[in-house]
């Protein structure tokens, strides 16, 4: 099974550059795992110690976000596009 995942620019660090990586999984939870394995320290800026994405990262499958679906687990199949967007705050 291959996804392809969009990586935002402050976490392309660990993905060495990469703006866009291949995953598998079949839930948006496994990805996350997936993607571990090949980027270590992912994960932990993603999820916190509870397993719970944080608060400031937005996770789109096929450009529908997982929190109006079943979050973290959200079915996958072969050719979604995952897109990793961090939230912005700020502002008056």
Do not use: C, H, W
């Not at 703006?19 to 992912?42: H, R």
């Not at 608060?55 to 529908?64: A, G, H, K, S």
Request: hydrophobic share 40%; no cysteine.
């Amino acid at each position: 099974m291959a996804l392809l995942v969009r990586i935002p620019t402050p976490l392309r660090a660990v993905t060495k550059g990469s703006a866009e990586v291949q995953g598998k999984g079949a839930t948006v939870a496994d990805l996350i795992d997936d993607l571990e394995q090949s980027y270590p320290g992912l994960k932990e800026r993603l999820v916190d110690d509870t397993g719970d994405l944080r608060r400031f990262v937005n996770i789109y499958v096929n450009q529908e976000d997982i929190r109006f679906l079943q979050g973290r687990k959200t079915a996958l199949k072969d050719g979604d596009e995952v897109s990793i967007v961090p939230a912005i705050a700020g502002g008056r």
